[in-house]
């Protein structure tokens, strides 16, 4: 339960500042060219809100509906369908009295300040943190795969040598290259072998929707941190800080072949071979269904791999920051393009508030809070641009009809419009979220 609150408040706080941020985008440029602002709220206050303010001419306030935000700007046909003040003659402080231009950057602030900020996180990111990661080429012993990866044709020991003959420097963005490249092979050295490991359409679908296709390998190690909620390995007398060195008396080189080992087992009662301070004992367990002992292992990856750390300066992280941010960006819009491909069926993993706060890690860290707020906020960017009426996208393309044609949209097509696009929305936050849910069920 706490590891859900956790990830509930990151959720909540991110998606917060994402809102905030992106709605000031639009009331910074309204202000700018002189537009009234009547509401700037944090969250949707349907019927009533939580709190509330008003400092000149707008109201601030925080909603109960966490579905967003909005700034209600006067002479705008928007979420408040306020049709009745549209039918009074314009005025010079209304949204519709000013230049194209001028509404068309007030349309876009909100996207402009999202992508500002993920750009200033990561730049905070780099000058703090500095940049991290296990080179592809120091990944002596091989990689471990799971059984989509053994699906797709990879084996445990592989050493990716490149996807679609490109190196891939850093290891874990192999697969997302794979699959936002639609890479058509992987290769890779197996028993001194060059390998192709050929991708199909298929392939790509059950990367997508996987997780962990494949890691590292390690060599075989197996010392007990702790140990789950529910553990045979306890059960049968184990200690934290025991370490198991082989099974019925039969040792193995890696992890995996342990693991595959345990999983062959399945319904077996066998005898563990444990080191507890340098006498060696012995423990029998039956192993359960699940192929696991319930035991978390003490591993310091630092001592077995050669990571690599690139450290930046105030002036360096600056445009190394930028560069990550345009990347990301860039990956996104692969990433996004793929919801519609019907071959990869990636529309099956588009998920909901559920989705997003499991990408948040059960204990509170700083450097992934900040890095999953740069990152969604890359997303709520690039949404917010999609051409739907209800959306800052639909208004953009509205304005740019006019600035191209000179004539305005009337606004009785606006606000079909706009109910159009609400419904559209509506109908992607409820299948997103169905899908969230379907998977808690499945």
């Known amino acids: 339960m706490e590891i859900v609150l956790i990830k509930a408040a990151q959720l909540i706080l991110s998606l917060s500042l994402l809102v905030i941020i992106h709605e000031f985008g639009h ?35 925080v909603g109960w509906l966490p579905l967003g935000g909005y700034v209600k700007i006067s002479g705008m046909i928007d979420e408040s369908m306020d049709k009745e003040a549209m039918k009074l003659p314009p005025q010079p402080y209304e949204f519709r009295s000013k230049k194209t ?77 794979v699959i936002l490249d639609n890479a058509s092979a992987i290769q890779v050295e197996r028993n001194g072998q060059k390998v192709d490991v050929e991708i199909s359409d298929d392939d790509l679908a059950l990367l997508i929707k996987s997780r962990g296709v494949l890691s590292f390998r390690i060599p ?100 190394a920051g930028i560069s990550r941010g345009l990347n990301e960006i860039n990956d996104y819009l692969k990433q996004f393009k793929l919801i519609f491909s019907p071959k990869t069926k990636a529309y099956e993993s588009l998920g909901g508030f559920i989705a997003i706060g499991n990408i948040f890690p059960g204990a509170w860290n700083w450097y992934s809070f900040w890095t999953m707020t740069a990152f969604l906020s890359i997303i ?42 609400m419904v559209l929305l509506l109908s992607l936050v409820i299948f997103a979220n169905g ?3 379907f998977k808690l069920f499945k």
């Open 27 to 61: 009331f910074l440029f309204a202000r700018m060219f002189k537009t009234r602002v009547e509401k700037f709220y944090l969250f949707f206050d349907p019927w009533f809100s939580l709190f509330k303010v008003k400092k000149g001419d707008t109201e601030y306030g």
């Open 220 to 319: 075989f190690d197996y010392r007990i941190a702790r140990f789950g909620k529910e553990s045979p390995a306890k059960d049968a007398g184990m200690k934290a800080g025991d370490q198991i060195i082989g099974m019925n008396n039969l040792t193995y080189e890696f992890n995996d072949q342990f693991k595959a080992a345990l999983r062959d087992s399945v319904g077996k009662q066998v005898t563990l071979n444990v080191l507890r301070d340098n006498q060696e004992m012995n423990f029998s367990l039956v192993i359960p269904q699940t192929g696991m002992l319930g035991i978390q292992l003490e591993q310091d990856l630092e001592k077995i791999f050669e990571f690599k750390t690139i450290r930046y300066g105030l002036i360096e992280s600056i445009p």
């Open 380 to 421: 709520l960017g690039v949404m917010n641009l999609l051409p739907i009426p209800a959306l800052d996208g639909g208004h953009v393309i509205f304005l740019l009809f006019e600035m191209i044609t000179g004539r305005k949209p009337g606004d009785k097509f606006l606000e079909y419009a706009q109910i159009t696009g």
């Open 101 to 177: 231009w001028q509404r068309l950057l007030i349309m876009t602030g909100g996207v402009l300040m999202n992508f500002i900020l993920a750009f200033i996180i990561y730049i905070g990111i780099l000058y703090a943190w500095g940049e991290q990661y296990l080179p592809t080429a120091n990944v002596k012993y091989g990689i471990e795969v799971d059984s989509v990866g053994l699906r797709i044709g990879l084996q445990n020991g592989d050493k990716i040598l490149a996807v679609a003959n490109e190196k891939v420097e850093n290891f874990h963005k192999i697969i997302p290259t």
């Open 435 to 437: 899908n969230d849910i």
